[in-house]
């Protein structure tokens, strides 16, 4: 199963509903979460479109403790608790921030919404979660926003869960049965889980002579 979870955060509650789903799967294998926020400066002061004045060490200052003070909250929840925390701040480009710190840190699966917060959208699936998708060395688990999330199994009751894992017969369709059965079990703990496998064939119609 995953020992070390990652949950990328900007802020929003948009991203804050992946952290049903990654205690969950933490509780389950008796792992760890790392809360990551990456704080982008300019984007988060003057928007993407407006021309870039220079950053201020106080401007810095005052994002790197805003950041600690919500990732420290968040930590400290009712949700996360009895979870090992860590809280992580970086500095810089999301999507590429979030790629190198699940690499150096060894992380065996990203939790992620696929919509952050509002406005541009910078966490829209097409954007900061489409690139760590894309280039993700390990296992990354996107929540659609406004869907319904698992919560947290309460005492020993059971939640049916299943997983469809598409295939096409090759090997790098194959890579994900492995981590669909570890979610899947991860997320149906105590009950047994359901991995359902499907291939389309394609039947091509007969030439006429």
Known sequence: MFKRILVPLDGSPHAEE??????????ASNGSI????????LI????PLTEAPFITQQVIEKCTAEAESY???LAASVDLASIKMKTEI???VPAQNILNFAQSQHAE???MCSHGRTGFKRWALGSVTQQVVHHSSVPVLILREGQSV???AQGNAACPVSALVPLDGSSLAEAALVPAANLVAALAAPAEGTLHLTQVV????????
Do not use: C, E, N, W
């Open 18 to 27: 992946a952290l049903p789903v990654a205690a969950r799967l933490a509780r």
């Open 34 to 41: 790392t809360l990551l926020q990456v704080v982008s400066s």
């Open 44 to 47: 988060d002061y003057y928007g």
């Open 71 to 73: 990732l420290a909250d």
């Open 90 to 92: 970086t500095y810089g």
């Open 109 to 111: 699966l990203i939790v």
């Open 150 to 152: 698992l919560k947290p």
């Open 202 to 209: 394609k039947l091509f119609p007969t030439s006429i002579a």
